[in-house]
């Protein structure tokens, strides 16, 4: 399989997915929420901060599930610059 560099608004959208993790997040422990998702602190911690911008949608799905996110919103914040109080 061959891996195609992303774009850069694939990585725009991979930084403001982890932006609205993080606020979601709040000051709830890093380590607690990847544990509750079946990640590392490490992967949750690339995600923040948009080193990580195009995680498995499993990932997601846990990650939404932890925070309880629904994945719409989720969805809504990858594509556009929606604040997440204001997304579907």
């Known amino acids: 399989m061959v891996r195609h560099p992303l774009t850069p608004q694939q990585i725009e959208a991979g930084r403001r ?9 709040a000051d709830r422990d ?7 998702a079946g990640i590392s602190p490490e992967t949750l911690r690339k995600i923040e901060t948009g080193r ?4 498995a949608f499993g990932t997601i ?9 629904p994945l719409d919103a989720l969805a809504a914040a990858w594509r556009t610059a929606v604040p997440l109080e ?3």
Do not use: M, Q, W
């Open 30 to 36: 890093l380590g607690d929420v990847a544990h509750e």
């Open 52 to 55: 990580l911008p195009s995680p």
């Open 61 to 69: 799905v846990r990650l939404g599930d932890a925070l309880g996110l």
């Open 86 to 88: 204001t997304a579907p």
């Open 17 to 25: 997915l982890g932006a609205v993790l993080r606020e979601a997040r």
